[in-house]
């Protein structure tokens, strides 16, 4: 028997209450706006409170991996749900926690990535990198090793340390004055000396809320090399890029690259629960241990750190990419989503199609390539007007991200291309 949902209901009650991320809630709160409630999922589609099926063309915000509603995920998590929910991580340990870290560390090569700190999200996982980097230095008598280097246009989470690495002034700008000090550059070829600095930071081939603007090739290898050459960390942010978003289980395989930290969220559970890793190595996790009287210990954590559910909802996400093969049947449909991002070349608001994997970026202009206003908010325009042809995804600004999850079909992609296609005709020629 099908659930019976009251929208309107929820929706008076969702503006009276709630407070939505990254939404402007004049506009959200205003009387004449429906809010869109999600109440079921099943494979790469979601259902609304009316009935209506949508394709999950950004993965509910990048992290679905498998579609939703995966039974091996589903029954992982019932199972040790039938154990315990959860259990603290400081001081005492979990099964599934503990075989969840030796698998992560066995995607490396022997001797490199050997530790994992778990934590609940993208941010927390960059700013935990960012706090082992900063102690270390102090352990290992270099106070004045301080700074960072991200890159312009990077994006690496919401808490002050990883807003600090931000160059989306949208993001940034509230917590300036608050930072950690910072150099921003534009290539490797930029860096200098680096005497002061203590990490690089950067997304993998590929920054996601710049608008999916894929790196030139080789350039991540560059940034390890130079890295290596001044005895610099380089944490790399695979928190949208990680678990076969790019084709391979992590981006920087694609580079033969390992870094010193990498960060891991979104997608490490499937889409299922809040759950992140920073993953280093046992020279880093050696400079912290020592007696309690000497100082070295790592005061950061959260709450439900480790949390058993999140770790076997992330063992069976594994298991799942293990079992059916799902990197290997990815390769045709990387290939099929670059053909079809190809023919929306041919409309004259389509500025631009960025690929990198399975993600992908449509950036639309006016014909003559100038863009449009910021605030007239087009992409999102865009986005509600195929959202009317069974497509769910937000933009980043004018660029509209399709990023399904990893089991969407070949003929889905048609749908959801189709449907992007079908918004743009309708709503640019109005504008």
Not at 174 to 195: K, Q, Y
Not at 226 to 249: H, Q, S, W, Y
Not at 289 to 302: D, K, N, W
């Amino acid at each position: 028997m099908r659930d019976v949902w009251n929208t309107a209901a929820l929706a008076r009650l969702d503006k009276a209450h709630l407070w939505h991320p990254f939404t402007p809630m004049a506009d959200w709160c205003a009387e004449d706006h429906e809010p869109l409630v999600l109440v079921g999922g099943e494979g790469s589609w979601l259902e609304d409170s009316d009935g209506h099926r949508y394709l999950d063309g950004n993965s509910s915000i990048w992290t679905n991996i498998h579609g939703h509603g995966h039974p091996t995920i589903s029954r992982a998590i019932h199972e040790q749900l039938g154990r315990v929910a959860h259990v603290s991580f400081l001081g005492s340990t979990n099964p599934p926690a503990i075989t969840l870290a030796e698998r992560l560390v066995s995607f490396f090569p022997k001797h490199t990535l050997t530790r994992v700190f778990l934590s609940d999200d993208g941010s927390t996982a960059v700013e935990a990198a960012m706090r082992m980097a900063i102690q270390f230095r102090q352990l290992q008598g270099e106070p004045d090793r301080t700074r960072f280097v991200a890159f312009q246009n990077a994006y690496h989470g919401d808490t002050l340390g990883a807003a600090t690495l931000g160059g989306i002034s949208a993001f940034h700008r509230p917590v300036a004055g608050h930072t950690f000090p910072i150099t921003r550059i534009s290539t490797p070829d930029e860096l200098g000396a680096m005497t002061d600095v203590t990490a690089v930071v950067i997304e993998p081939l590929i920054q996601g809320a710049a608008g999916m603007r894929p790196w030139p090739k080789g350039l991540l290898r560059r940034l390890r090399e130079k890295c290596d050459a001044a005895g610099v960390f380089l944490i790399l942010d695979e928190v949208m890029t990680g678990f076969g978003r790019t084709g391979t289980l992590f981006a920087c395989e694609q580079e033969d690259v390992v870094p010193d930290f990498l960060c891991l969220a979104k997608g490490l559970t499937g889409g299922t629960m809040p759950l992140a890793a920073t993953l280093t190595n046992e020279h880093v996790f050696r400079a912290f241990l020592g007696p309690v009287e000497a100082g070295r210990t790592f005061f950061y954590g959260h709450s439900y750190s480790g949390n058993p559910l999140g770790c076997a909802a992330a063992l069976a996400n594994l298991d799942v990419f293990r079992d059916e093969h799902v990197l290997e049947s990815l390769q045709p449909k990387i290939s099929r989503l670059g053909n079809l991002l190809a023919s929306l070349s041919s409309n004259p608001f389509v500025h631009q199609t960025r690929q990198c994997g399975f993600i992908s970026g449509i950036e639309i202009r006016h014909p003559d390539g100038s863009p449009f206003p910021w605030h007239e908010r087009t992409g999102a325009a865009v986005c509600l007007a195929a959202r009317r042809h069974g497509l769910l995804t937000r933009p980043v600004l004018d660029t509209i991200v399709f990023m399904p999850p990893l089991c969407t079909t070949e003929e889905e992609l048609a749908f959801g291309i189709g449907a992007i296609s079908t918004a743009i005709d309708e709503t640019l020629p109005r504008r």
